[in-house]
């Protein structure tokens, strides 16, 4: 059982390590191929422990949308 659970994270870092490879690679990436990236990242990425920012409110513009300054 152990040897099946080594197996399973060898080809979990596998996949983690194909992701980034070929999303920083500079490459063209195919929709296809991007999707399988994305999901890749999303379901195997370790999560952050900050909040996310709402990069909206850090806009440099005023309500009546001119640029500050």
């Given amino acids: 059982m152990v040897e099946v659970k080594?197996?399973?994270n060898q080809i979990t870092t596998l996949l983690i390590e194909q992701a980034h490879a070929k999303l920083t690679s500079g490459a063209e990436l195919?929709?296809?191929e991007l999707k399988?990236?994305?999901?890749?990242?999303?379901?195997?990425?370790?999560e952050t422990q900050e909040a996310p920012k709402n990069i909206v409110e850090e806009l440099p513009f005023d309500e009546v949308g001119t640029k500050n300054g």
């Avoid at 399988?36 to 370790?46: E, N, S, T």
């Fill in 6 to 8: 080594q197996k399973a």
């Fill in 36 to 46: 399988v990236c994305l999901d890749i990242a999303k379901q195997y990425g370790v």
């Fill in 30 to 32: 195919t929709a296809t």
